[in-house]
Structures are given as structure tokens and as C-alpha cells.
């Protein structure tokens, strides 16, 4: 792909930081104690900081890169009600009740983020205007079909089929055989709402430090723990792992059981009024039922369509993972083929193996992670359960808090695995099943 795919202002950052860039921060210094410290600050790190500083802990929050700078202000923007197993296979492994409360705790993590944002305030562009998930082929669309007659009426997804005859009511493409609308998904500006929870968390007094790596831990004797970082040492009493796709070597439990995966997103050149309607007549969020799944959305100001999805393994070029997202944008929108690329950018998630989030304390270290791909709703609300937990509060406990966080043999964090597994992923996306 030539040059000409670019706009003459293209950049290789995320779309969302031309509104909402990281955030200044003068020179920190380190205290040497402190209640609680938070290893990444982003939506984990930061909703646990909020409740721990506001409990009367003092709280400091350490970050490797710049406040924010992973995926909290690098994703899609897609808030959902996303647990990824469905209840059949849940009720399979947990039993009918624990399967029902770990798929009520989407909904619940969804609804926390709408009263959150309401009652701080906050302006981040909060939607609800829904999501459109289209079937790739005939076979899926029978399957969400009926998958939809299996939810618990206690739920209240009000989720609906739209057959492909009817499509166009909700995308303006002949690539899919119809799809299931959920009305209650939504969608916001994600860096002005991790920039927003930076200034509430600063607010109730707590300390941030970036560009702050921690490089180990010790467990004290006496309690507590020895942090080290690139700026010193810190005492601390309780210590969370907030790191999620991000997970690294100081901490080799938490990374042998998340498998980092690059998600890649463009946002096209602004377009005509007309052409994004026809695109996204509802501006609703929209997805698809491949394994390898596409995402993406009108922006905000619905000049542009941000268009993400799994196409490459760990890539780290947005100028490499640029290209096959036009390309796949436009087998979806044909009318998208002479349309530029404005921004071109990569972050990375945490998947399990169980494809579940992970929630509790080894060790001492407490941590939340691992939300495949869902984490605006889930990173948020499991963070905020984290720091309850962590003040003693009842409402801290969670259907999850007893789940094995499963890993597997040999695996030590780096996904060797994930090259033969998307290259499998895509035969199968081509199949008819």
C-alpha cells in the first residue's frame, strides 16, 4: 500500500489524544510509605484509587509510561455488557446460580458506568446508543437467533434480530446475513474519560506517578511490601496489579495467566454527512460474529468512522496493521475505498484462557485482569470492586472472586501460540459454520 493511503496530516496516535492528550504531570517525588500503591493507571488502576483515597488511604499510583498511554486511552470506545462465555457453558462448569451473577455483572458493570459518569459529572461523550452485531455467514445469524430465546427474562437485554432484509435499517453494507441489536450497549470518548478519572483520583488526593517502572516487589517480614521503581524504593501495605495487556516479568504469576493481544484501530478522513449516515444509520457501536473479530463506530462528532479488529499477531507498525484495516473496512464499505486513513495506531489487551475477567489476591499482591476485550465497562467497575475489597467493604465481593485463574504448561507470558491460532481463526472465519 502506497503513501496515498495516508491524509497529508496522517498520525501514528491514537485519534482519541488530538481531543484529550496524556495528561501533564510535574516532577513526582516518591514518598517512602505509603497505605496503597497501584501498579498501571489506567481504567483498573485508577477506579481502585478513587475508592482507596476517598476510603482515607493514602494512595499512590506508579505507571511505566505516560499516565494513561495503554489501551484506557487506546481503545475502541465500545462499552458493553460483554461476559464472553455464554450461560449454557457457564452453567456447565459454575452451576446454574454462579453462571447467572457472572453474566448479571456485565450488566451491572455497564449500568455502574452510566451512574458513575452522571453522578461525577464527567464529560466524555457518554452514549447509549446501542450495538449491531452481524452475522457473517447464514449459520451465525441462526445461532444468535437463537440464543437470544435462551436469556434470562431477569437480564433485560430488550436485544432484537434484524434479518438481513432488513440490514440497511442498521448498517449501510451487503457483507453480513443480519444481526442481533443490543439497545442498552453504549459508547464514550475513552481518553477524556481516563483523563477524567486522573483528575478525580488527583482530587481525592492521591499521588500519580508515570514514567515510573516498577522493576520488583519484596514481601515483608513485618508485612507489607518493598516496592522498586525506576525513581526508588516505596513501602507500601497493599499493593494492586493494575497492568492487563501490559502484564510484564515483575509480576510472572499474574503474567503466565493473560495472553496479551494487539488491537489495532484507524480512523478514517472526515466524511460527508450523507455517506456516514448511510454507513451508520443509528450511530450505534458496531461488531461481528467472526473469531476474529471486527469493531468499530462513528467518532463522536460522526465525521469519521473508527474501524478496529485483530489483524496481526504482535505488530507494533501502525503503518504494518493500517493497510489490511482498510482493506478490511472496505470489503465491509466498498464506499470506503477511495476514503484516507487520518490515524493509525496499536495497544494491547488480556485475554484468559477461559476467556473470563480475574478478580482477588495471590500472595499478597491483589490484582484485576484479563477482560478480553470489554475492559471500558469491566476494567472500571472491577477496579472500583478491587479497591472496596482492599477497604473491607462487603461490596467488594464478586461472583468471580473464587474462580481459578487457569494457566497453562510452558506458558510464561509470550503468546507463542498466537500465530498458528490466528492463521486457524481465519480459515474458520471463511467457513460456513
Known amino acids: 500500500m502506497t503513501a496515498s493511503l495516508y491524509t497529508n496530516d496522517f498520525r501514528e496516535t491514537p485519534y482519541w489524544w488530538d481531543q484529550a492528550p496524556r495528561p501533564p504531570f510535574p516532577d513526582a517525588v516518591l514518598p517512602e510509605r505509603t497505605d496503597v500503591l497501584i501498579v498501571g493507571s489506567g481504567y483498573t488502576g485508577l477506579s481502585a484509587a478513587l475508592e482507596t483515597a476517598r476510603g482515607g488511604r493514602s494512595t499512590l499510583v506508579v505507571d511505566a509510561e505516560e499516565t494513561g498511554w495503554g489501551c484506557s486511552s487506546r481503545n475502541g470506545g465500545q462499552v458493553s455488557t460483554s461476559i464472553k462465555p455464554g450461560l449454557a457453558k457457564l452453567t456447565e462448569k459454575y452451576g446454574a446460580n454462579l453462571a447467572f451473577e457472572m453474566r448479571r455483572e456485565g450488566h451491572r458493570a455497564l449500568d455502574y458506568m452510566e451512574d458513575f459518569i452522571r453522578r461525577e459529572g464527567l464529560k466524555v461523550n457518554w452514549e447509549r446508543v446501542g450495538r449491531f452485531h452481524a452475522a457473517h455467514n447464514p449459520r451465525r445469524y441462526e445461532i444468535e437467533t437463537k440464543a437470544l430465546k435462551s436469556i434470562p427474562k431477569e437480564l433485560k437485554t ?34 477524556k474519560y481516563e483523563n477524567a478519572l486522573v483528575s478525580l483520583v488527583r482530587q481525592a488526593g492521591a499521588t500519580i506517578v508515570p514514567n515510573c517502572r516498577v522493576t520488583g516487589t519484596v514481601r515483608e517480614s513485618g508485612g507489607g511490601f518493598t516496592v522498586m521503581t525506576a525513581k526508588g524504593a516505596v513501602h507500601a501495605r497493599e499493593v494492586i496489579v493494575a497492568t492487563n495487556g501490559y502484564t510484564g516479568e515483575v509480576t510472572p504469576w499474574q503474567r503466565r495467566r493473560v495472553i496479551p493481544i ?30 476474529l473479530v471486527f469493531y468499530y463506530r462513528l467518532s463522536h462528532d460522526r465525521k469519521k468512522i473508527l474501524f478496529g479488529g485483530r489483524v496481526a499477531y504482535m505488530e507494533n507498525d501502525p503503518r504494518v496493521s493500517a493497510p489490511r484495516l482498510h482493506d478490511q473496512m472496505t470489503r465491509i464499505f466498498p464506499q470506503l475505498k477511495a476514503t484516507k486513513v487520518s490515524h493509525s495506531w496499536v495497544g494491547f489487551v488480556a485475554y484468559t484462557f477461559d476467556t473470563l475477567p480475574h478478580f482477588g489476591q495471590h500472595d499478597g499482591l491483589y490484582y484485576a485482569m484479563g477482560y478480553c476485550g470489554s475492559g471500558v465497562s469491566l476494567a472500571s467497575y472491577f477496579g472500583m470492586r478491587l479497591g472496596q475489597k482492599l477497604l473491607g467493604k462487603p461490596e467488594g465481593k464478586t461472583p468471580f472472586d473464587n474462580c481459578t485463574f487457569e494457566t497453562r ?16 481463526y481465519r480459515i474458520l472465519d471463511r467457513l460456513p459454520i
Open 262 to 291: 494487539g488491537s489495532y484501530i484507524i480512523a478514517t478522513d472526515d466524511l460527508s454527512p450523507e455517506l456516514a449516515k448511510e454507513l451508520v444509520p443509528n450511530a450505534r457501536t458496531l461488531s461481528d460474529t467472526r473469531r
Open 158 to 191: 430488550d436485544a432484537y434480530a434484524v434479518p438481513r432484509s432488513e440490514q440497511h435499517s442498521e448498517i449501510g453494507s451487503d457483507a453480513y446475513y443480519g444481526g442481533i441489536v443490543m439497545p442498552h450497549h453504549a459508547a464514550l470518548h475513552p481518553a
Open 409 to 424: 504448561p510452558l506458558y510464561t507470558g509470550f503468546p507463542w501460540f498466537l500465530a498458528p491460532s490466528i492463521l486457524w
